[in-house]
């Protein structure tokens, strides 16, 4: 089945750096993936959509500059978070869309940023 | 605006009854429906969906019922199991537009042994 590797699982960084998220998909390629973030229980905001070869579809109220998002090729999307601060402390999870019998969204398994 | 509710924050059952997850939706240009599982710091697995031309999908112990004029839908477990226990989420999406989901804001299962 459709596989969706995301990376790191687990990052702490200091306020003011900046952190790089990887989302990959293993065996399809996938022109639109996105990017979630999920509060301690909360749902599953859409942060973007990104889109292989184009500039990424940012949600209303996401700071694009902030969160850079880089789909370079048809398997793999990054996400930066730029000069992180802790209120960005969250789970972020990535999905791909894979035209599968049931139209899926395979999920990534999440990306904890702690920033301190 | 929550365009998808669930307005069950916990749910728990014995195992082997039926669990009972429900989900409302407001935009009634939604067309298809998904549930999705997650565990703590995982990421959300895709257990069934359902199209708005169909208003019962069936796959092993999972049955999602639509009611469209309701803008209802619900997802049955039975029996349940205590590998059920987990966080449950609806989404909605519009096949034709930007295909992104909007989630609902899940449902903690607990099953009781």
């Known amino acids: 089945g459709a596989v969706v590797s995301q990376h790191p699982s687990r990052v702490i960084c200091k306020s003011g750096t900046s952190v790089k998220i990887e989302c990959r998909s293993l065996?399809?390629?996938?022109?639109?993936m996105f990017w979630y973030r999920q509060f301690p229980k909360q749902s599953l905001m859409l942060m973007a959509t990104s889109n292989e070869g184009s500039k990424a579809t940012y949600e209303q109220g996401v700071e694009k500059d902030k969160f850079l998002i880089n789909h370079a090729s048809l398997t793999l999307s990054t996400l930066t978070v730029t000069s992180a601060h802790p209120e960005d402390s969250s789970f972020y999870i990535c999905?791909?869309?894979?035209?599968?019998?049931?139209?899926?969204?395979?999920f990534g398994s999440g990306t904890r940023l702690t920033v301190v | 605006d929550q365009q998808v509710k669930q307005n069950s924050p916990s749910l728990s059952v014995q195992e082997g009854r039926i669990s009972i997850l429900n989900c409302d939706y407001t935009?009634?240009?939604?067309?298809?429906f998904l549930w999705y599982k997650k565990y703590p710091a995982e990421g959300p697995t895709f257990l069934i969906s359902?199209?708005?031309?169909?208003d019962k999908n069936e796959d092993g112990r999972f049955t999602v019922f639509l009611n469209k004029s309701a803008k209802h839908l619900s997802l049955h477990i039975v029996p349940s199991q205590p590998g059920d226990s987990a966080v449950y989420f609806c989404a909605a999406s519009v096949i034709q537009g930007a295909q992104k989901l909007v989630f609902g804001q899940g449902t903690r299962l607990t099953i009781n042994p």
């Open positions: 359902i199209s708005s031309i169909k």
């Open positions: 935009n009634s240009m939604f067309d298809y």
């Open positions: 999905s791909a869309e894979h035209a599968g019998a049931n139209y899926g969204y395979t």
């Open positions: 065996d399809f390629q996938a022109t639109t």
